[in-house]
């Protein structure tokens, strides 16, 4: 996809979360959808394969949804690791439907961050529609 279609359809998405804000801000707009409806469709404008149309086995695939990180003496799991072919772990982002404050509450940075930081990764993300949040 070229950059100018990528931005395109990055505009696309603002301009319709713009347009239903009230709707999306909503707390019946649950993560979810805020995912299938704007997230999913941000990091495939971005050029990752979100969906695994290449059918890759699971250690070739771009992304995971749900991958499982041990923080403490549980299992977690972030919303989506982005990662290399092979494996290897770029970074965790993990999504917030729109309703929920990210840039004041506490929690949603601290899930976040605890997340990376178990993972040994530089740099953790929030992501609620078009707000992102970098850690």
């Known amino acids: 996809m070229s950059k100018e279609l990528s931005y395109r359809k990055i505009a696309e998405l603002v301009e319709c979360f713009e347009d239903q804000f009230a709707s999306y801000k909503n707390g019946e707009y649950n993560e979810t959808l805020t995912c299938r409806d704007f997230i999913d469709s941000f990091f ?15 250690c070739y695939r771009e992304v995971i949804h749900e991958d499982k990180v041990r923080v403490g003496s549980a299992t977690k799991a972030p919303d989506y690791s982005f990662r290399l072919s092979g494996g290897k772990r ?26 990376g930081w178990s993972a040994k990764l530089p740099v953790s993300i929030i992501l609620h529609s078009p707000t992102i949040q970098l850690f």
Do not use: C, H, T
Not at 90 to 106: G, T
């Open 44 to 58: 495939k404008a971005l050029g990752w394969d979100v969906d695994n149309e290449n059918g890759n086995a699971e």
């Open 90 to 115: 770029l970074f965790f982002v993990e999504a917030k439907k729109p309703s929920v404050d990210v840039k004041n509450e506490i929690q949603p940075a601290f899930q976040v961050r605890r997340y």
